[in-house]
Structures are given as C-alpha cells and as structure tokens.
C-alpha cells in the first residue's frame, strides 16, 4: 500500500510538473499584446510623379500599446473583410462588386495603382528596439527588420492648430526624402504613421516636400483590443479570415526587397500570376511613382 501511494505521489508529481511547465511554455509565448490607442490617417499618395496625377487616398490605421504598435492600411483590411461576408460568392462575382473593385484599384487607363504602403503590415517593437515589415510582390509576402531608430528631426518654432490640436512643426531628411511634420504634445505618445516616431508627442500630420507621400490625422481614441504579434516570432503571416490559415514569410534585406519591387524580378513574379486569370502586366514595367523610401537605388 506505502509502495502504491508512492507510486501515485510520484505520478501527480511528474503530471503536475509537465502542466506546469507547459503552462509556462504557454504564458511565455505571447501572441497578442494589448493596444491601448489608436490613431487613423488619411493617407495621400502622387499617382503618377511625371504628370503629378493624385492617386488614390487610404485610411492608414496606427494601433498603440505600451511596448509595440502595429499599422496598416485600411483598403486591404477593407478588401480581406470582404471574404468574411456570409454572401461572399455573391458579392465577389456580382458585376456591380468587380467593377467596384477594379475602380478602387485602377487608373483611368485601366493599368493597376501601385501605392506601395496599401498591403504593408508594420510593427514598432520598442521593447526589442526592432521595426519588422511584412510585405508582398503579387501573391509571395516577403519580411524584413530594421533597428528601430528615430528619425534625426529639427524642432522649429512653427506653430499650428490642427484638429483641435496645438501643434508644432518639426523637418527632417530620410532615406531620399525631406520631410515636414506637425506634432502635438497634448497627446505625449513619441509616435507617428509609417516608421516616423521619436518626437516629443504624437505625429499628427506628416509629409515629403514634394507631397508625393502625405498622412493627414483623421482622429484619435482610446481603445481596448489585442495586436497579433504571431509573425514576429514564428516567421508566418496569420489570417484570421480563413481559420488563422497561415502564408510562409521570405526573409529578406530591406533594399532588396525594394529593388525587387520596382525591378524587373518583382514585374516578372506579377506578370506570370496576372497571366494565369487572363491578364496582362505589361504595363507595370513603366514606372508611375517610386517608393516612399528612395535609399534603396
């Protein structure tokens, strides 16, 4: 009997010491952060840098926490909602729909936009000192990190109210680009759209100087929801719309992740997945607008 309950000691013991540990396992892998605001910009892009043809505008959404924020553009989240409609086939294929959406994603003379932030998906991990960018050519997604380094900004004395906001004025040149931004401390959070942070309070308006890239602040709230910070550690993008079904990230440098976008690898990659639905990329050789970081040629 002192043998049996030893035995069974023994056995809690170990079962009790596996849950524990996978308990840990568990509650040391953390798959969603908390985010506490959210800030949303009008995003404004130059369709065309030749003919200066304005392109199409986008809510460009920036969710804060204490330690990462995540941001992304409100097309593809609009475009990805799409499938969740329990009328799916019916909306995808109804003429009305795919002219909407060829509207949505086309110039005049029916050749693709090309606003390189729409499908980007970026995080600020400010407690690892770390940006990572999840980003695409045609259907094969790509991944890059980058230290995670304010820009070397310049203070003015420039005042403005923007949105009910006082606001000052701060310029900075980086990676090809000369910038202009207002920003407020009335909303002390060092933050901004894109890669921009490192400023006294939030970025509440930001543009180039020649506006080929412009974020105008749209508003601002509190919050209570999760970021999905899966990708950063397990190298996957997850979609939630289709089961958390997830797509295999390339690692890949920065710049060359660039040069394949507006080289010719990237147009070869979009013109053999365009043909396969009957469509021509030809077009896409042409350039109509470049990158909105330049450092890469």
């Known amino acids: 009997m002192k043998t049996f309950k030893s035995i069974l000691n023994f056995t809690l ?25 959210e800030v949303t910009y009008n995003l404004k892009f130059v369709d065309d840098t030749i003919k200066m043809i304005p392109g199409l505008e986008d809510l460009f959404v920036l969710k804060i926490g204490d330690e990462l924020s995540y941001e992304y553009g409100y097309r593809r989240y609009q475009w990805d909602s799409l499938f969740t409609s329990p009328n799916f086939d019916m909306l995808l294929f109804s003429q009305n729909r795919i002219s909407e959406l060829k509207t949505m994603n086309t110039r005049e003379n029916g050749t693709p936009r090309n606003n390189s932030l729409n499908d980007v998906k970026l995080y600020k991990d400010h407690k690892t000192k770390k940006i990572k960018v999840l980003d695409h050519i045609s259907i094969h997604w790509f991944t890059y990190e980058e230290p995670l380094i304010p820009q070397d900004w310049a203070i003015l004395e420039d005042t403005m109210t923007i949105a009910g906001y006082s606001c000052q004025k701060a310029i900075c040149d980086w990676r090809g680009r000369s910038y202009e931004a207002w920003f407020t401390i009335e909303i002390p959070i060092s933050e901004g759209p894109w890669k921009f942070f490192g400023l006294p309070g939030l970025i509440i308006n930001l543009y180039d100087t020649q506006r080929h890239f412009e974020f105008e602040f749209v508003r601002f709230r509190k919050i209570d929801e999760k970021i999905d910070v899966r990708s950063l550690s397990t190298n996957k993008m997850y979609n939630p719309l289709f089961n958390n079904r997830t797509t295999e990230l390339t690692k890949v440098e920065r710049k060359k992740l660039l040069q394949m976008q507006w080289g010719k690898p990237g147009h070869l990659i979009m013109e053999a997945d365009m043909s396969k639905i009957g469509l021509s990329a030809a077009n896409w050789i042409e350039k109509y607008h470049d990158y909105i970081e330049l450092d890469y040629k």
């Open 13 to 37: 013991a170990f079962v009790f010491a596996g849950y524990s540990c996978s308990s840990t396992k568990k509650i040391a892998r953390q798959d969603y952060v908390d985010a506490q605001y």
